[in-house]
């Protein structure tokens, strides 16, 4: 048997994804532009434990529960339209928070970089109402969940649409252009604890929700006739699952803007790993997800530090270098068996 | 003399796809216990009708299983009863054999609940008798398209439905593989279960106990598979293209060239 034999439990994986994520969030609060002696002096010094308990661990925590919606949106999505290039963004909440963000920016002034707490509370929300406007204008227009197919058209249409709408407004007001880009570039340097309380808290329902469900994502693997033929109440898990993709999607999206291929990579990394059911695929994408973005975190703020690059540009980077070996490996191991 | 149990029951069903009528008025009884195949020429309605059987699509008239009315049923209760199998079914290539099996034991599973001892002596018994129990670890997508349909057939078998609607099952089986088919859905009768199918092939449906013969969404016959009267009119929808020929003391339809 080639590699494809040689598994792993699916409960080593989510064990190592744990203490890689443990790892990731201590290293995390370890780095950054005073190093690692915040950490040390952190028992003594207020202001070096302010950096490491204030600004260092909320946002790794952040990033680790931004990732995990993100890869637990990528898995539901995946399973839901029985396509493996399925992603969170899918059904335009990308570009619903993008527009919620620019609007927000051209009537209130300001960039997403700002520390303000209303300008903050501002701009997450106007992007978390963009995301949830989309994903609904999106299920309008496919006319409900039943449709597989024209639900995927309807979320191509309304990504472009609104995407259009925010590069509109982006033209006719330039000095929003900076604070734009932050956002579509995505960065997880603004988080704090409340963020991440929400986060989790969103993440911990997510969770329980899609595992529940889970067995409607394996049966729709045999197709949604085999699947209604098994007696499964298919419409109302499919609206249940929507719903819990746009809450992941754009509670990750508020809070750490667009954050490419975390979703889409993140469960073909679990595939990759293990071959097992939706109830664990959930799990492990989360897990995979948030180790994901974590380690992008991690690699922005050292590579060039003590500058740090926007997350977003590290994880498409990586991303989408990690998908296309993994294609090529894919082709070579199919065509020499 | 007893009527016989009449497994489905048809009465005046007409089925609409895209606006356009593609079934016009089905009426027809199947006899509990026995297989029954479904012949006709591309596009006579075969698979929508097979489909509107295991109440998969919306139809105008009415559909008795076992005397209760089909689209009245409780869904889980429907899906213990009747198994379905469909035309080119895409699995996801990550599922393992064993887990694609296991979904036809979902009709009888609790939401939440873990396969029972049962669920598992059933898995493997359909795996055994598809001999596909060597590839259980596998993930589907590793096994080629007759191996795939074999595991689809398990998966079938598993639910341990009264009826089993199938359709196209032979696609991709190779000749003894469809032996075994066939000697798979003698055992099911011989358990009392009632197979309907839809096949392609004239020559593997002369097999069953009893044949309809479809044309452009109406039946045209039904009748026993040995009784001439089903060859004339096999014959007559695929256009005397075809001829029905007795040979070894079976049934084989040859090109009429």
Redesign the interface.
Known sequence: MTAHGARWSPVWVALSLLVLSALGIALGSAVGSTGFESWLAAVHDHTAWQIVWDIRLPRSVGACAAGALLGLAGALAQGLFRNPLADPYLLGSASGASLGVAVALTLFGGNPFATEFLVRLGLTGAAFVGAVLAVLLTLLLARGVQHTLRLLLAGVIVGVVLGALASLITLMRPDVLQGMQGFLLGSTSFINWNACVLMLSVLLVCVVIAFALSRVLDALSLGESTALSLGLPLGPVRVALVCVLALATGTAVAQTGLVAFVGLAAPHLVRSLVKTKHNWMVLLSALMGGVLLLSADLLARMLLSPQEMPVGVLTAVLGGGYLLWLMYRSQTTRAAP | MNAPLMALRLRDVHVSLAGQEVLHGIDMSFVAGRWTSIVGPNGAGKSTLL?AM???LPVSGRIFLFDQALMAMD??????Q???L?QN????D???VW??VM??R??HQD??AAPSAHDHVVVETALQATQAWDWRE??IG?LSGGERQRV?LA?AMA?QAQVMLMDEPLANLDPPHQVDWLEQVRCLTSQHTTVISVLHEVGMALHADDMVVMQAGHVVHQGACTDAATHRAVEAVFDKRIAIHSLDGQWVAVPKL
């Open positions: 489909k295991a109440g998969l869904q889980k209760q429907r899906a213990q009747l198994s379905w469909g079914e895409s699995a996801s990550d599922l393992r887990d694609v979904l036809g979902m009709p939401w939440l596998r993930s590793q689809l998966r639910v």
